[in-house]
């Protein structure tokens, strides 16, 4: 985890960051503040954006991150390198949003499907704070069992 | 609910279907032989698609259903009024799939942004079997909460 | 689904209900002013409570409903015939809160363990509105998929 | 994480891995061989046990270690210091389970409860593999986000 300016940033990243930016407009959320955009970039270099969808029942609520991936997905790119965040943050500290859990669990496939480490990237909404970081280091010692049988890819 | 005939279906209905078909191609599931493909209409005429993405942890699986709207709406287009379903039923009797309870309680959003009730088409993956229905025959009592404050939309 | 009077639900039933509204003392919610109780019954007239436990990534929350019935399971019941949901309802129109879509799937597989549909009894929390109603009204009809492979019960 | 031998495991937490262990044989799973148990420990001394319970719809399982809290939270006691999972890991390599995404997110509410790091204690299902860690091992940087408000705690 370190954190970078965003002139630091290499092109790609700024363009997947700003992808990421961009898909915020589209967040859904009629009940609370929190919005999130975010963009995955696969391995042939397409990007590809998600925008959070919120739910009456919260717990249906989800987020940006896993929006992104499955849309590279169902287009048929599921190699993915990189990933950007960014977060409306208005009623936080100004700090760039981690994902939470159930994203960090849906991403643990990306690294098995790439073969590399997700790079991510998580911005505040005013860019004045970027991290870089891998989702190796947010989820260090992932799950490790077994969704009924040993899986044959 | 009812039983219709492929040659019944209206063109664009064939049209949404086959975009759900196509969408059963990029399913990820390297862990069990459940695949879904899905594909939603907006008000405008646009077609989504999505593709069902398993975990290795299965709560965190995330179905068709959810995929292709979250597409639609990362793309600016959330006022969906059909929806198409087809599922890889191997290992099934031949019945077209309904949607889990999680899928529903996230498409519930959909009628309150299009002000219409969501058509729902399901087929089995030979196309003999298709159902018409609708969300409110799905959930007819849906969850009435309050996610925190009241929806300012 | 019928509208019922307190003193109208037979003593089991109101003992249920009484559960539910003790249960509702210990939900959890810093974040916002939803909380719900619940109860279930067990074939042998054991009776679990359920408190609701929210979460900062509000994906995480987990209902009442399923609290209860998680209780009840681990405590070896899992036959369970009735369900009674009592919400404090403080930010809505004092209508008697609705199972979300993630605890109709949930409860789904209570049924094919007790072989009888669920009764279920929703109370607001001045107990001047009560529904009673069952699993197959409120999801009638039910995701049929595979979950991997053909159940072995 | 470090490995421990189970004779090195002070008695209260020989006795909590006893109540996950025993936790174990209540799991419902008639989809797949993936079973969980998991006891907590309030900070008052009392251990409450928690089951898995699996679903049709994959996506609604829920984990033994949410199960563990809600039990003990639904009873009163939410100050959670210690978690202890078991496994039947007959499908994988022996190694003792980490949890899955969700319970992290799910569990990261009790650090802010208890003012305390959750430990947590893992066996697989010989105890001829355990190791001990702590919650902000397992989520480093858990999402820091709003849940539509600031937390009132």
């Known amino acids: 985890m370190i954190a970078v300016k965003l002139s630091k940033l290499r092109p790609l990243e700024k ?14 959320n009629p009940y609370t503040r929190t919005t999130v955009g975010a963009a995955v970039l696969s391995k042939e270099g397409k990007i590809f954006k998600g925008s959070s969808f919120a739910n009456q029942s919260s717990g249906s609520n989800v987020c940006a991150e896993r ?27 100004g700090e760039p949003a981690m994902p939470c859990g159930i994203c960090l669990q849906f991403l643990e496939e990306l690294p098995k499907i790439s073969g590399k480490d997700l790079e991510i990237i998580t911005s505040n909404d005013s860019k004045t704070r970027i991290f870089k970081t891998k989702l190796s280091e947010l989820l260090p010692f992932p799950y490790n069992g077994s969704n009924g049988k040993k899986a044959k890819r």
């Open 67 to 93: 929006a992104a991936v499955l849309n590279a997905n169902t287009n048929g790119f599921r190699k993915i390198e990189k990933l950007a965040i960014f977060e409306n943050d208005s009623v936080k500290g």
């Open 15 to 28: 363009k997947l960051l700003k992808a990421a930016e961009s898909a915020l407009k589209n967040a859904y």
